[in-house]
């Protein structure tokens, strides 16, 4: 525990995270080159452990609304993590095994952020409200439900939820909520680089060849329905808006269009002309979609209640 | 004593360093290769680095390609095994640490396609040959991950076997390829590291997840000593890649020393390797174990083992199904390099 970073403020409370040596002297295969990789180095980034054991020390504690909203985003993330972690090992180059990891990863954290708070109102941990949920308790919109097709589907929905998530978080940073705005300030800079990684693909799908031209359209109109539920304002969102703990949806609208507006017409592309679907995920109406995902994603933790891990 | 090795370098430039061959009359070209080989033969002498513009014995070269491609098509279907559990891993801090590791493997095959690239051939023919069957990667994946306990097994004992294997590739003679193991041996020690974590936990657990992991470590245990390759007396290539300093212990001497380091460790776990005849020599100070099933490896490295055909025909899926994709992104290039000559004219 000698490194700078084991001792910053943001986790010298919780002794013994930068080490988890397997208690073996000698346990390593022997050898000076490996010293180094013992030590964990996670910066200052505020993590799911730094949120959950504020939350369990009563120093952030969510208002009822504050965990209803902190819900919706960390489902959203969370489904999202799943559908993307699908891609690991099968995807087109191995660069892209390890962006779309990367991303998979950056959205998992978030939804284990969100979901560590969220569980901050009647004591649950980001387990119990990812495992032992039911799929009508989840409140995750359609559009990160959506199977992943092929890589022009992914591409389509990741550009979509990337630019929405960047203009919620950039201005959820300024919220009244301190646990909200710290999540949203790590997460705003992680999206922001999703937004490059969708953007530079839809150029190269959208001007590549005739094919992946066909497929990326393909791909857009598969995900446009879904797109205007993510902008719908409801009760919570205005009291949370009203309060600055948030902002209404619909305000983000503008800034969305006008950015994907000016990749898809450096694309060539238009907005594809579909018809919007109602979702109702925020309400617990999910798409078929949601129910395997689910099960598949809460086997294992299932089969064994209460145990650890 | 790896570090010190790792620092040193040629005394005196290669002699092979930026000629060009095709200028070369053939007394030249015999010239070259006499001092080329002078030199290769001091630099084995002087325990240092072969780089890849340096002149070297093209059976060296073959070898290391080899070796190289194969350790690089090891980690990408080594994706697999462990890919099959992040959707169902059963919290999300090890869904997380799961999908961090399948993705540093990504990693690994990237350095090491890159370090065998500058042996002289493209990522492309590596993976086309993998993909052919024509490349072998390490049998152990060809195994099925049955359980979460797996996810420790494979961390504990297939890293930890691979950890044993190639921390002495540190110092290989070739330097793209130790630089690279440096870096992999890093991330791969922390693999081991929360594999054990993993069946720590589960020891600990309710009986049915101990029961879990001593099942896993049961099925691991003999593939994970057949990693070290064939018994001596029956590897025909170890002599000459020792000769070269590629490889610095023999399969024996490192398959000995990982039973000596999972003997100590499986007692903190609190759990039994399933071999009654691991015994550590007081004549020869060596851990010995009991016999391993040789048939069986040589049935898996054949093709007939329980996942061989599911492993490539996933990889050759994931290539196929991505090909328009990398066309693409090829056409895009092209295209954007043509119009900034334009721009530029």
């Known amino acids: 525990m000698s490194t700078p970073e084991a001792t910053t403020e943001a986790n010298a409370h919780d002794g013994g995270h930068g080490d988890i040596s397997v208690g073996v002297a000698g346990a390593g295969a022997g050898g000076d080159g490996m010293a180094s990789a013992t030590r964990i180095t996670p910066g200052n980034a505020l993590r799911p452990?730094?949120?959950?054991?504020?939350?369990?020390?009563?120093?952030?504690?969510?208002?009822?609304?504050?965990?209803?909203?902190?819900?919706?985003?960390?489902?959203?993330?969370?489904?999202?993590?799943?559908?993307?972690?699908?891609?690991?090992?099968?995807?087109?180059?191995?660069?892209?095994?390890?962006?779309?990891?990367?991303?998979?990863?950056?959205?998992?954290?978030?939804?284990?952020?969100?979901?560590s708070y969220a569980g901050g109102l009647d004591g649950k941990s980001e387990d119990d409200l990812a495992y032992f949920r039911r799929e009508h308790e989840f409140r995750s919109v359609e559009i990160f439900e959506i199977p992943n097709g092929d890589f022009a589907v992914t591409i389509a929905r990741q550009f979509v939820v990337s630019y929405y998530q960047f203009e919620l978080y950039r201005r959820l940073v300024d919220s009244t909520d301190a646990t909200l705005a710290g999540i949203a300030a790590k997460?705003?800079?992680?999206?922001?680089?999703?937004?490059?990684?969708?953007?530079?693909?839809?150029?190269?799908?959208?001007?590549?060849?005739?094919?992946?031209?066909?497929?990326?359209?393909?791909?857009?109109?598969?995900?446009?329905?879904?797109?205007?539920?993510?902008?719908?304002?409801?009760?919570?969102?205005?009291?949370?808006?009203?309060?600055?703990?948030?902002?209404?949806?619909?305000s983000l609208r503008a800034d969305f269009d006008r950015l994907t507006g000016a990749v898809l017409a450096e694309a060539e592309l238009e907005v594809p002309q579909v018809q919007p679907a109602p979702g109702g995920g925020r309400r617990g109406l999910h798409s078929e979609h949601l129910g395997y995902l689910l099960s598949e994603m809460q086997v294992l933790a299932r089969e064994f209640p209460g145990a650890s891990w | 004593?790896?570090?010190?090795?790792?620092?040193?370098?040629?005394?005196?430039?290669?002699?092979?360093?930026?000629?060009?061959?095709?200028?070369?009359?053939?007394?030249?070209?015999?010239?070259?290769?006499?001092?080329?080989?002078?030199?290769?033969?001091?630099?084995m002498a002087?325990?240092?680095?072969?780089?890849?513009?340096?002149?070297?014995?093209a059976a060296y070269r073959k070898t290391l390609l080899r070796q190289i491609s194969q350790h690089a098509h090891s980690e990408i279907i080594g994706m697999q095994p462990e890919a099959n559990w992040i959707s169902r891993a059963p919290s999300l801090k090890r869904k997380a640490i799961?999908?961090?590791?399948?993705?540093?493997?990504?990693?690994?095959?990237?350095?090491?396609?890159?370090?065998a690239e500058t042996l002289g051939q493209p990522r492309d023919q590596m993976m086309q040959d993998l993909m052919d069957g024509k490349a072998k990667y390490s049998s152990i994946f060809n195994y099925p991950a049955r359980t979460w306990a797996d996810m420790g097994a494979i961390g504990w004992m297939v890293d930890g076997a691979a950890i044993a294997n190639q921390v002495p590739l540190c110092r290989a003679s070739f330097g793209p390829y130790g630089r690279a193991m440096v870096r992999v041996c890093k991330e791969e020690s922390f693999h081991q590291r929360q594999g054990f974590e993993i069946l720590l936990e589960l020891s600990n657990g309710t009986p049915e997840q101990k029961q879990m992991a001593q099942d896993a470590v049961n099925r691991w245990y003999a593939p994970a000593l057949m990693m070290f390759g064939p018994p001596d007396d029956d590897s025909p290539n170890s002599k000459q890649s020792m000769a070269w300093?590629?490889?610095?212990?023999?399969?024996?001497?490192?398959?000995?020393?990982?039973?000596?380091?999972?003997?100590?460790?499986?007692?903190?776990?609190?759990?039994?390797?399933p071999d009654k005849d691991i015994r550590f020599n007081e004549e020869t100070k060596k851990w010995e174990h009991g016999p391993l099933d040789w048939d069986e490896f040589h049935e898996v490295l054949a093709g007939r083992g329980p996942c061989n055909a599911q492993r490539l025909e996933r990889r050759r899926e994931a290539h196929e199904n991505g090909a328009w994709v990398r066309e693409a992104a090829a056409a895009y290039a092209a295209k954007q390099a043509k119009k900034q000559a334009k721009e530029v004219a």
């Not at chain 2, 360093?17 to 001092?35: F, I, K, L, V, W």
Request: aromatic share 6%.
């Open chain 2, 1 to 43: 004593m790896a570090s010190q090795t790792l620092q040193s370098v040629p005394a005196e430039p290669s002699p092979a360093r930026h000629e060009t061959r095709h200028e070369m009359s053939p007394e030249d070209a015999a010239r070259r290769d006499a001092e080329g080989q002078a030199y290769f033969d001091k630099v």
């Open chain 1, 49 to 115: 452990e730094d949120i959950a054991l504020a939350v369990s020390r009563g120093t952030a504690k969510p208002s009822e609304d504050a965990a209803e909203f902190a819900l919706r985003l960390g489902d959203d993330a969370l489904v999202l993590a799943q559908r993307l972690g699908h891609w690991i090992s099968r995807a087109p180059e191995l660069e892209e095994d390890i962006a779309l990891g990367n991303i998979a990863l950056d959205q998992l954290g978030h939804a284990r952020s969100f979901l």
């Open chain 1, 187 to 250: 997460a705003v800079k992680e999206v922001d680089y999703h937004r490059d990684h969708s953007a530079q693909w839809v150029l190269r799908l959208a001007l590549g060849t005739d094919e992946s031209r066909r497929r990326m359209i393909h791909g857009f109109k598969v995900i446009w329905p879904y797109v205007d539920e993510l902008f719908r304002d409801d009760e919570l969102t205005h009291r949370l808006s009203e309060s600055g703990a948030a902002v209404e949806p619909s």
């Open chain 2, 245 to 273: 300093n590629i490889k610095r212990f023999s399969n024996d001497e490192l398959r000995n020393r990982f039973v000596g380091m999972m003997m100590e460790q499986v007692k903190v776990l609190g759990l039994t390797l």
């Open chain 2, 98 to 115: 799961l999908m961090a590791k399948v993705q540093d493997e990504a990693g690994h095959g990237l350095y090491l396609y890159s370090a």
């Open chain 2, 46 to 57: 002087e325990d240092s680095r072969i780089e890849p513009r340096d002149w070297m014995p």
